[in-house]
């Protein structure tokens, strides 16, 4: 089994309340807000898929998707 | 099963607060639960009142929200006429020791298989900030304007003075460990206890300048320190995680078997 | 056949008439004068495979029963007034959450400590009104062996039919008296079971959706439906819900379901009332000494008559307006300041002709004690 692989990173708008904990703890910048305070992936070709975004979302709107 | 597969979608977004710490302990809850491959049938999840209270409503499991304080004598009940349940029964600080204090001790004292899981914001959050029995000497909240004078409790302690076979620390910012010391509660045949750190930013942060969320969460990181370590040594102030007692004692429904064993022996 | 006859105290009949009842889990608190209940399930309970818990209080109490009834056990817990204050909270629970219970208060007096092993009638409007919020309860009570069985093992059946906690209003000196119980053989008293949901795994199951009749069908909690139990308001799944058309149609349903019943629940008994002048409305230890002094007054031609009361609430008020009817006198003999007689006023023609006989010194109300009061009310003096 290699590195996992990004297919997708997910991020249900409708839950997402905009707290930035996805942001400010994403070792690699792959995350920002975006105008509406919505977690968007800005950089999704930098993760590294440590999952940790989609673990500490307090909203569950985040899936990071594995190839 | 996904993680999304236990949770209630139709009641989403909940209706916790941006940032809150409790939306991470019922995210890697759910992780805990797919570790343990337990079908949402097997789990009964009891809740008493408050904002971590509310957690109850949001997991497709058999689900008691009672009353303040109380979930564990309600958990009580059901345990003993299903066994074969797992009764996970999260609380806040307030519920678990202030309202609840008593009945959390008398619990861990049966030894009775359920998973408490404490949810520490250190601040009645549903109410509006007033000061809990976790906010410590020195903090600040609604009803402490001034100056908080009550001391805190500290769970682990507590839980271990009043019984419970099985007792870990942790907080939103270290799920992994969330996850892994959840799953081994649940699995724990005896009272379990978790305190899980969990940032209430709207109150407990904004009354205690503290910051954000992931200003309480940084804080988590960087002043706590594995059950142990030479860190804690050299620096006091830090706080322990990790699991502190995990011990196989005589658990309270197998007691009770023999209870019954015992008085229809008497009756031959 | 040998009829099996006992000679036991109040509270042990209780504990016989819940097991005959198919009483499966108690929880409980020992407190004076209830505490023979306790001690005697602790041992009859796990003789059968059922399971008796003592709590650390009475909160705990009622609201492990009420976990276990949700898994479709017959519950019972037992306490007396300073218990009973403590668990008007969960109490309201169950009412909410509509889970059938049974609870004991063999009353002492009070209010706080009170009078521990002497007797009253002071909780009347407590077991009424004791829980906050609008709501309906079922609340009995009997003056002698045979009918305290009979009364639990109907207080059993009336939680399961309604859904609902029903309270058992005893006393200290029905609890504590030793009197012969001829026990009822297997079958002699119908038992009711609650309804269960005929649906099955994967089906939408709808725990707060009322039948035509008002029923709620269950589903023994942590089996193969999964739902919400709260208490909160709610609507049919058991979801929270602040819909004003939910709450109102859950309140007057929680209400309505036993006040538009209190005919069915109703439940008394006549002594010499055919033609009588003057009326005594009783219940529990009181009635005894009332049922006395209606005898020896009868025995000097006095047109005396009793009737004892053994549903307090709902209050059956079509009885009492009904059975006083013609009465010229109604004397309502209890053990309290006089909290039946406010509403024996409130259902009769006239209140005027209502007057109370009391006791509230923590002895038992004597037959001398009534015929003294009955006498000063009919103007003959002592």
Redesign the interface.
Known sequence: MGKPELKELRINRDWCKGCGICVHFCPKEVLDLDQEDKAVPVKPDQCICCMMCEMRCPDLAIDVILK | MAVKDYIRKRFFPHIWCPGCGHGIVLNNLLRAIEKLKLKKNEIVMTSGIGCSSRISGYVDFHTLHTIHGRALCFATGVKMNRPELKLIVPMGDGDALAIGGNHFIHAARRNIDITAIIMNNRIYGMTGGQFSPLSGYGTKGTTAPFMNIDHGFDVVELSKAAGATFVARTSTYHVKQMVDILADAIDHKGFSVVEIMSQCPTYFGRKNKLGGATDMMTFYKDHTTPVGSKEKKANPELIERGIFVHEDLPEYCNEYDKVIEMAKASLK | MKKNIKFIQGNEVCVEAALYAGL??F?GYPITPSTEISEHLS?RL??K?G?F?Q???E???L???????????K?LTATSGPGFSLMQ??LG?AIMAEIPCVIVNVQRGGPSTGNPTHVSQGDVNQARWGTHGDHAIIVLTASNHQDLFNITVDAFNLAETYRTPVILLFDEVIGHMREKLVMPEKGEIELVDRLRTSLGEGIDYHPYLPREDGRLPMSD????H???????FHDMWG??SDNPQVVHGLIRHLVDKIENNVHQIARFKEFFMEDARTVLVSYGAAARSALHITKNRRARGERVGLLELQSLWPFPSHIVREKCASAQKVIVVEMNVGQILKEVKNAVDNPEKVFLANRVDGELITPTDIKSIMRLIHGKGV
Do not use: W
Request: aromatic share 12%.
């Open positions: 499966d889990f929880a041992k796990p003789e495979g399971k818990l709590m650390e209080d909160i705990a109490s609201c492990a029963i009420i976990g276990a009834s949700l898994t479709g056990c519950v909270e969960a629970y909690f942590g089996g193969v999964r739902y919400n139990v709260t208490g909160l979801f929270p």
